[in-house]
């Protein structure tokens, strides 16, 4: 099988590479508003140029936040331009990333993320300002061994176990316990066999690369039991595209080894959790506009962009930290931000510039998101408010080059900070969202939808009896 992604111009193209190829199935992808990607399969012997050109229909109430059951009829359109091999079936198999139709109006769906993310490239343009923007999403998960979660109304608990985890020092194991683990913060850059999941790691790689998605590294992160994935920077869209399929490698791939991986930001107390720092920048006419003589040699532009996310940030938080648990890793002492500055070089503050010597590889790294975002969305919120930052010249202040963690009571009350909770992004978000909805790009109907959808999360995470509350309350 081919190891690159597959693009077709024409029904007849792809029609004549299925019979040449003897694919057996074609699985129909698609994104819901939560981030999930869901799919339908269908037998080639269907696919033919009807079906491409008119897509099949699915049920739409099925698929959260979408579709009453009264009108629940949707469309899904395969996308022969962006097309790969599934590593992972059995038989046969390829993938189509799909626009979802309303057959209605026969236009984009207003609740499809990835029709949103097109609207934010086509914005762009029109905008005059660039006509390509870059993310390179760098990818933070954990990986364990044993995952058990009970939600009973009298039993309430969960647990993790990794071979790796530091609370399995004095574990009496069959084989016996080989003592070699990284220690509470202490798994940045160690070698095997400190490292354990160096294999994995690099099996998720290949894995991804024969996907179509241009690969960079892998290496361990500071928690143990925390991995990093590199992938190359893309634009907008296949950017996203590319976290999809990155994700569908790294669970599958774990689950092949009999491990289970999570994107879950905070799923050890005590520990880092993941993020998903996102490296940006905008080209125009072939050459880099966030290049420039500014400070840290960016342009004006660039700093205006900068000064576009931090205003927006909160209103941000909803997209790029959309979880009860995002809000857990976005506190002091983590390596997480949770102040809203920018400087260069600087890995505590929100907005980084990262060093570089070279005008080409000019660019701003956003540090406050984690992988649990919906790419579709939260890329296209970011460029929203990037863009609305240069086109209102939103400067965002001095520079911080300092370590914000260490900062004095003094010096933190003059500068905003993050959300602290999930409500409280949303309630910025519900309150806020006017550049979002420039060009189209974001409809009302998706914005409360996902607030509707996080609400329903919010409610039953803080109507749940929690362990802690029972260690602190029960005696009293």
Known sequence: MSKYKLSFKSPSDILKYIDEQDIQFVDFNFTDIRGKWQHTTQHTSTFD????????????????GWQDISQSDL??????????????????????????????????YKLDPRSTAKMAQNYLKKSGIGDVAYFGPELEFFVFDDVRVVTQPNHISYHVDSEEGAYNKGREYPTGNMGHRPNVKGGY???SPVDSLSDIRAEMLSVIES??????????????????????????LEACDNIQLCKHAVHNVANSYGKSATFMPKPINGDNGSGMHVHQSIWKSGK??????????????????????????RILNSFTNPTTNSYKRLVPGFEAPNLLAYSVRNRSAACRIPYTNSAISRRIEVRFPDPMANPYLAFSA???????GIENKIHPGSAIEKNLYDLTDDEIKNIPSLCSSLRQSLDALEN????????????????????????EEIEKYETVTHPIEFDMYYSN
């Open 189 to 191: 850059f160690p070698e």
């Open 432 to 455: 806020d969202h006017e550049f979002l909805l420039k060009g189209d790009v974001f409809s009302k109907e998706i914005i409360n939808s996902f607030i509707s959808l996080k609400s």
């Open 49 to 64: 140029r009807e079906l491409i050109n008119n897509g099949i229909a699915f049920d739409g109430s099925s698929i959260a």
């Open 75 to 108: 469309i899904l359109k395969p996308e022969i331009s962006s097309i790969t091999y599934d590593p992972f079936a059995a038989q046969k198999t390829i993938k189509v990333f799909c626009e979802v139709y309303d057959p209605k109006t026969n236009a984009p």
């Open 288 to 313: 880099p506009i966030f290049s420039g003589k500014e400070y840290a040699d960016l342009s004006e532009n660039a700093i205006y962009y900068i000064g576009g996310i931090l205003k927006h940030a």
């Open 211 to 236: 996907m179509g998605v241009s690969v960079e590294k892998h290496h361990h992160e500071v928690a143990p039991s925390q991995c990093e994935l590199g992938i190359k920077y893309a634009a907008l």
């Open 382 to 388: 970011m460029l929203m408010a990037g863009l609305d």
